[in-house]
């Protein structure tokens, strides 16, 4: 069964870093898109950050771009969120998904979810 | 603010029939292939329609997606209790180059 198990969350000052992990199972991580989305509680689902396959693209939300990087170890079959300069409004919970197969660069997805980590930024 | 547009909430009675609208525009809806995903409440979401109108293995044909244009919707028949949960549709977004997502719809079960 796929398994997503993030970790890393914690209570972090303003312009301090946290890095989050995503640890994965049950299936060949390293034919997968991975990607990043957070909500803050109460609210809708923000898409943060996603990595093809390959590592060969990256893509940020533009909210975050320029203190996030996003990373991958497929011998460890997991994903990493490095947040830099952090804001109080990247407080949330922050889910690691995994984006489905697709035959068209039209069609996105994601298909398995882990059950998040929290990141609260705050003095 | 959301650039697709959910209802914020919807209801209706056991065993009956409720559908969730997600309004887009052509650079999203209208050019791309459109998800539905189900959050119950305290867990993580849960994918229930990709690719406008398809359903995962394991979830029941009482769920059901279209899309028109620049519209997309979810229809429930059959509603459950345990149907009650935030409903987000998602897709990418070919002028904004991201994944977006509605502001969700609170589902109901009276």
């Known amino acids: 069964e796929v398994q997503l198990v993030e970790s890393g969350g914690g209570l972090v000052q303003p312009g301090r870093s946290l890095r989050l992990s995503c640890e994965a199972s049950?299936?060949?991580?390293?034919?997968?898109?991975m990607h990043w989305v957070r909500q803050v509680p109460g609210k809708g689902l923000e898409w943060v950050s996603g990595?093809?396959?390959?590592?060969?693209?990256?893509a940020y939300a533009d909210s975050v771009r320029g203190r996030f990087t996003i990373s991958r170890d497929d011998a460890k079959e997991s994903l990493y969120l490095q947040m830099n300069s952090l804001r109080p409004e990247d407080t949330a919970l922050y889910y690691c998904?995994?984006?489905?197969?697709?035959?068209?660069?039209?069609?996105?997805?994601?298909?398995?979810w882990g059950q998040g980590t929290q990141v609260t930024v705050s003095s | 603010q959301s650039v697709l547009t959910q209802p914020p909430s919807v209801s209706a009675a056991p065993r009956q029939k409720v559908t969730i609208s997600c309004s887009g525009s052509?650079?999203?809806?209208?050019?791309?292939?459109v998800s539905w995903y189900q959050q119950l409440p305290g867990t993580a979401p849960k994918l229930l329609i990709y690719?406008?109108?398809k359903r995962p293995s394991g979830i029941p044909d009482r769920f059901s997606g279209s899309k028109s244009g620049t519209s997309a919707t979810l229809g429930i028949t059959g509603l459950q209790t345990g149907d009650q949960a935030n409903y987000y549709c998602?897709?990418?977004?070919?002028?904004?180059?991201?994944?977006?997502f509605g502001g969700g719809t609170k589902l109901t079960v009276l």
């Open positions: 998602g897709t990418w977004d070919s002028s904004l180059n991201t994944v977006i």
């Open positions: 690719d406008n109108d």
């Open positions: 990595i093809s396959w390959d590592s060969g693209t990256l």
């Open positions: 998904a995994r984006r489905g197969i697709t035959v068209t660069t039209r069609a996105f997805y994601f298909d398995w």
């Open positions: 052509s650079s999203n809806i209208g050019s791309n292939y």
């Open positions: 049950g299936f060949t991580f390293d034919n997968y898109a």
